[in-house]
């Protein structure tokens, strides 16, 4: 709401759209869609392949946004509460499946076994994964390659989560073509963003890649699991605590 509250003391266009392009950076900073990225990224060794992992994510939150826009202006539409639980929970089974994929990617490349050793009279037994090593494709430069994986989740995302607040703040805009150029900034700035986020997450992932094959292996665990958890948190907030399944 404070967003919100800004945004109607600022008079001009350009303090609006200014807005705009803030409040795109700052949504790619969002919880849940890091978790999602960082699960994309994690098979990536590539820091230009990372970051373009977070530009496409930004193009397909931009598509969903500038259609459910152009909804919302041009037909009045409004969206349900419910509607945008329904919307949020179904990215949190998409971050839940994102998380398996690379948990199962992992136990398929690789060989999961437990290694005991001793600390005094104690014998100790530690979960180890052997990874299989990875190559970049041989149609890519350095592992640089197109995924429309990335667009797909980036619609998803575009539709619910905190971006339904942008959607309650278009209408708020008088002119409908300052609105439809408010989301374009919106989305300019979330793939900017979301870059940047994709090109940090993805620098332990690129530094690990080579010579630390078995932390590189730990860090991909740790997306997985980080996804599955989100994804579940997110379900149950919306199925549960906000009532959408009961």
């Known amino acids: 709401m404070v967003e919100l509250l800004a945004l109607l003391t600022i008079g001009s266009t350009a303090g609006v759209l200014g807005l705009g392009f803030f409040l795109g950076l700052r949504h790619a900073t969002d919880g849940d869609h890091l978790a999602a990225v960082s699960t994309i990224v994690a098979e990536r060794k590539s820091l230009w392949s990372s970051a373009l992992v977070g530009g496409l994510w930004g193009?397909?939150?931009?598509?969903?946004l500038l259609i459910?826009?152009?909804?919302?202006?041009?037909l009045d539409f409004e969206i349900s509460e419910r509607m945008e639980?329904?919307?949020?929970?179904?990215?949190?089974?998409?971050?839940l499946l994102l998380g398996a994929n690379v948990l199962r990617k992992l136990l398929t490349g690789g060989t999961l076994h437990f290694h005991s050793h001793e600390?005094?009279?104690r014998e100790h037994a530690?979960?180890?994964?052997?990874?299989a090593k990875q190559t970049d494709p041989a149609n890519t430069h350095h592992g640089l390659s197109f995924s429309p994986r990335s667009i797909v989740i980036g619609m998803v995302?575009?539709?619910?989560?905190?971006?339904?607040?942008?959607?309650?703040?278009?209408?708020?805009?008088?002119?409908?073509?300052?609105?439809l150029l408010y989301i374009v900034i919106f989305g300019i700035g979330s793939i900017g963003g979301m870059m940047i986020m994709s090109f940090l997450v993805g620098l332990p992932f690129h530094l690990t890649a080579s010579k630390f094959n078995r932390i590189n292996t730990y860090l991909?665990?740790?997306?997985?699991?980080?996804?599955?958890?989100?994804?579940?948190s997110v379900m149950y907030e919306k199925g549960v605590t906000e009532g959408l399944l009961i």
């Not at 193009?59 to 969903?64: A, D, E, L, N, P």
């Not at 459910?68 to 041009?74: E, K, R």
């Not at 639980?85 to 971050?95: D, H, K, P, S, T």
């Open 59 to 64: 193009v397909g939150h931009t598509i969903s």
């Open 68 to 74: 459910a826009g152009m909804i919302v202006l041009l």
């Open 85 to 95: 639980r329904a919307l949020e929970f179904a990215v949190g089974i998409m971050l």
């Open 119 to 121: 600390h005094g009279a």
């Open 126 to 131: 530690h979960p180890h994964i052997h990874g």
């Open 157 to 179: 995302h575009g539709l619910a989560g905190s971006a339904g607040l942008m959607l309650f703040v278009v209408p708020t805009i008088e002119s409908k073509i300052v609105g």
């Open 220 to 232: 991909q665990l740790a997306a997985g699991i980080g996804g599955i958890v989100v994804g579940l």
